[in-house]
Nanobody
């Protein structure tokens, strides 16, 4: 199994920055393939923000537009999301995701709220 714990969310003014962190643990963390971040705003479906492979290949959603940067520390079994130039529409619960042996694992989510 894989357990994911996110941190780093909070309340920030528009234009500000946040760095989200996700730490993975569990009995099969050695088999984690890609990791990523998703978000879900109230009344909306969960959507992909960014993903990263163990080798560092990244994939971003179109709305990121250079404001978000995903990174990964394989030694620490951690993935990070740097978010700059935050907008009110970025307000959502951000979830960490890890894929292992064709199964998806999710963290509990961390709230990001951007005030205008």
């Amino acid at each position: 199994q894989v357990q994911l714990v996110e941190s780093g969310g909070g309340l920030v003014q528009a234009g500000g920055s946040l760095r989200l962190s996700c730490a993975a643990s569990g009995s099969i963390i050695f088999s984690i393939n890609s990791m990523g971040w998703y978000r879900q705003a109230p009344g909306k479906q969960r959507e992909l923000v960014a993903r990263i492979t163990p080798g560092g290949i990244t994939n971003y959603a179109d709305f990121v537009k250079g404001r978000f940067t995903i990174s990964r520390d394989n030694g620490k079994n951690a993935v990070y999301l740097q978010i700059n130039s935050l907008k009110p529409e970025d307000t959502a619960v951000y979830y960490c995701n890890a894929e292992s042996n064709h199964r998806n694992y999710w963290g509990q989510g961390t709230q990001v709220t951007v005030s205008s």
